[in-house]
């Protein structure tokens, strides 16, 4: 029910934006974020966006990545820039609606040095 996109092989430095639709089925969320898992790590917060655009980063992506919605459209980017290669990994959108949370499949992303 959430699907993302948007990810790939990119040098460090660069940039790429990943995108997570919702489906109309997942109606009055009251958050959306995305979760980063490195290989062989835990699945980490990297950033969240809530009601009254509310926003918050994990402090290892805060000055690079951007977080944003777009209620009208169910979905939630997340822009990322000066990539680096321990940003690699995959990375999960997720949706609250009352006490369920709803997750993507996860996209992959690879930061080459």
């Known amino acids: 029910q959430l699907v993302e996109s948007g990810g790939g092989l990119v040098q460090a430095g660069g940039s790429l934006r990943l995108s997570c639709a919702a489906s109309?089925?997942?109606?009055?969320?009251?958050?959306m974020g995305w979760y980063h898992q490195a290989p062989g790590k835990q699945r980490e917060l990297v950033a969240v966006?809530?009601?009254?655009?509310?926003?918050n980063y994990a402090d290892s992506v805060k000055g690079r990545f951007t977080i944003s919605r777009d209620n009208a459209k169910n979905m939630v980017y997340l822009q990322m820039s000066d990539l680096k290669p321990e940003d690699s990994g995959v990375y999960y959108c997720?949706?609250?609606?009352?006490?369920?949370?709803?997750w993507g499949q996860g996209t992959q992303v690879t930061v080459s040095s």
């Open positions: 966006t809530a009601g009254g655009g509310l926003t």
């Open positions: 997720y949706a609250d609606r009352l006490d369920l949370r709803y």
């Open positions: 109309r089925s997942i109606f009055s969320i009251t958050a």
